[in-house]
Structures are given as C-alpha cells and as structure tokens.
C-alpha cells in the first residue's frame, strides 16, 4: 500500500516562508507526475504546482514567482518552497503523486492527508 506522507505546513506572518516536503512511502515501482494543490475554507480544491518525472514544471499564474515545485526521485520526495507569502496562500495544501506499484498495473492518483498553512500578522 502507497502512502504520501505531507510535512512542513504552519503558521507564517506575510511575507514569509514554508517549505512542505511529501514523501511516497510503501510498495512502488515508479512515480511519474507529482504536484502540490490546496483548498482554501468555502472554495475548491486548486492547483499549486505540478512537476513530471524529468523535472518539467507547472505553476498556477498566483503562485509565479513566488513558489518553487522541486523532488527528489531517489528518495520518492517531492517539495514546494513557497516564498513571500500571502493572506491569500492560506490553505490545506495537498501531495499529489502517479504511483504504479508493480509493472504490471497501471498508475494509481494518489493523494496525502493535506497540511495546514496559514498566512496572518
């Protein structure tokens, strides 16, 4: 069974920073896309950032600039630093990741518990 195992949310002042980490835990034999979205209280679910196994990337236009996608395929980890941030940014950020756990099977959508950010004075 996969897990994506979040970390690294809290609360932060304007302007701040937060790096959230996810990690794939469990039975994997690949991961090809992996991507942050978060949903803010009344509102839904969006995407944040996503990046493909050779490390193309992909941002929402309010997050340009601003936040970093990066991940680190030996350890099945995929991060977001996310700078200058705002009232705005304040969210339950979700790990996303494709996960095909044996050759034989196709990629399952796979998501983590999500972490809470917040952004306020």
């Known amino acids: 069974q996969v897990q994506l195992v979040e970390s690294g949310g809290g609360l932060v002042q304007p302007g701040g920073s937060l790096r959230l980490s996810c990690a794939a835990t469990?039975?994997?034999?690949?991961?090809?896309?992996m991507g942050w979205y978060r949903q803010a209280p009344g509102k839904q679910r969006e995407l944040v950032a996503t990046?493909?196994?050779?490390?193309?990337?992909n941002y929402a236009d309010s997050v340009k600039g601003r936040f970093t996608i990066s991940r680190d395929n030996a350890k099945n980890t995929v991060y977001l630093q996310m700078n200058s941030l705002k009232p705005e940014d304040t969210a339950v950020y979700f790990c996303?990741?494709?996960?095909?756990?044996?050759?034989?099977?196709?990629?399952?959508?796979?998501w983590g518990q999500g972490t809470q950010v917040t952004v306020s004075s």
């Open positions: 469990g039975s994997i034999f690949s991961i090809y896309g």
């Open positions: 996303n990741a494709e996960i095909r756990t044996a050759i034989y099977k196709g990629a399952d959508d796979c």
């Open positions: 990046i493909t196994n050779g490390g193309s990337t």
